[in-house]
Nanobody
Framework: QVQLVESGGGLAQPGGSLRLSCVASVSILNTYAMGWYRQAPGKQRELVATMTSGGSTDYADSVKGRFTISRGDAKNTVYLQMNSLKPEDTAVYYC???????????????WGQGTQVTVSS
């Protein structure tokens, strides 16, 4: 079973920074993309940033220029550097992996348990 373990959430002041980390608990045969989504209370889950295996990135318009997604040296590790945080960035942030666990499984979406990010003075 694939588990995505997230860390780095917490409380930040407006204008502050946080860095989220995510690592897969097991090896993955093929990883097509990893990224981050978020869900604020009463809202749908939305894409924040994603990176393909080839290194292409995509960001929500609301975070462009403030957030940066990157891969770690370890396989199936992804980071989200969040700068210039705003109160509207407050949400539960979920790590996502689009991949194939092994030759015995199909391509699937895997999700972390979520980490709370709160931006408030």
């Amino acid at each position: 079973q694939v588990q995505l373990v997230e860390s780095g959430g917490g409380l930040a002041q407006p204008g502050g920074s946080l860095r989220l980390s995510c690592v897969a608990s097991v090896s993955i045969l093929n990883t097509y993309a990893m990224g981050w989504y978020r869900q604020a209370p009463g809202k749908q889950r939305e894409l924040v940033a994603t990176m393909t295996s080839g290194g292409s990135t995509d960001y929500a318009d609301s975070v462009k220029g403030r957030f940066t997604i990157s891969r770690g040296d370890a396989k199936n590790t992804v980071y989200l550097q969040m700068n210039s945080l705003k109160p509207e960035d407050t949400a539960v942030y979920y790590c996502h992996l689009d991949g194939r666990r092994s030759v015995l499984t199909s391509r699937a979406d895997y999700w972390g348990q979520g980490t709370q990010v709160t931006v408030s003075s």
